[in-house]
T-cell receptor
Framework: GAVVSQHPSRVICKSGTSVKIECRSL??????MFWYRQFPKQSLMLMAT?????????EQGVEKDKFLINHASLTLSTLTVTSAHPEDSSFYIC????????????FGEGSRLTVL | GQNIDQPTEMTATEGAIVQINCTYQ??????LFWYQQHAGEAPTFLSY??LDGLEEKGRFSSFLSRSKGYSYLLLKELQMKDSASYLC??????????WGAGTKLIIKP
């Protein structure tokens, strides 16, 4: 199946700093990628839909200026958590579809962010 | 509104069979997905159903009834490695996935 790679897998940062997470589709072109966050023992929460070459579509309640999404190419989307605070500590996961009829989502490995 | 319901937690014995149920309400419907997620890892795809009936894939099978808004995931010959959370997700008319909260499956020897 298609492969989505996410980096870094773990990051620890100080409060007030910014963190960038990369999501790459390795063997297919993804015009659309999805960014989720997941708190412990909870389901995936869609944050935004990243569209190649255009602005991301954010879900209600997600701050656009805090979670900056850039989808500059068909294989790369980035999520930048700006001025991170401890409450932003979470598991962030990206996913993409490979364009097949099933609509199956392929997930990155996830990035665990800890803000001190 | 859109909603997915699945049990929070289930316990089963190694070697046995377990069925995880999922009911959904969505605006339009374009398929039902099951994903497996081990603690601290990203979800991995298990199955996709868009037509009524049972889809079998090795030890795992998935069933869908569109008229009832109901699906189940059936796991046979349970192994300890099957201990994980199982996420049910329905795709709505906009091709957006609506996720359930997941069912934590605990396998006992």
């Amino acid at each position: 199946g298609a492969v989505v790679s996410q980096h870094p897998s773990r990051v620890i940062c100080k409060s007030g700093t910014s963190v960038k997470i990369e999501c790459r589709s390795l063997d297919f072109q993804a015009t659309t990628m999805f960014w989720y966050r997941q708190f412990p023992k909870q389901s995936l929460m869609l944050m935004a839909t990243s569209n190649e070459g255009s602005k991301a579509t954010y879900e209600q309640g997600v701050e656009k200026d805090k979670f900056l999404i850039n989808h500059a190419s068909l294989t790369l989307s980035t999520l930048t958590v700006t001025s991170a605070h401890p409450e932003d500590s979470s598991f962030y996961i990206c996913s993409a579809r490979d364009g097949t009829d099933t609509g199956e989502l392929f997930f990155g490995e996830g990035s665990r962010l800890t803000v001190l | 509104g859109q909603n997915i319901d699945q049990p929070t937690e289930m316990t089963a014995t190694e070697g046995a069979i377990v069925q995880i149920n999922c009911t959904y309400q969505t605006s339009g419907f374009n398929g039902l997905f099951w994903y497996q997620q081990h603690a601290g890892e990203a979800p991995t795809f298990l199955s996709y159903n868009v037509l009524d009936g049972l889809e079998e894939k090795g030890r795992f099978s998935s069933f869908l009834s569109r008229s009832k808004g109901y699906s189940y995931l059936l796991l046979k010959e349970l192994q300890m490695k099957d201990s994980a959370s199982y996420l049910c997700a329905a795709m709505d008319s906009n091709y957006q996935l609506i996720w359930g909260a997941g069912t934590k499956l605990i396998i006992k020897p």
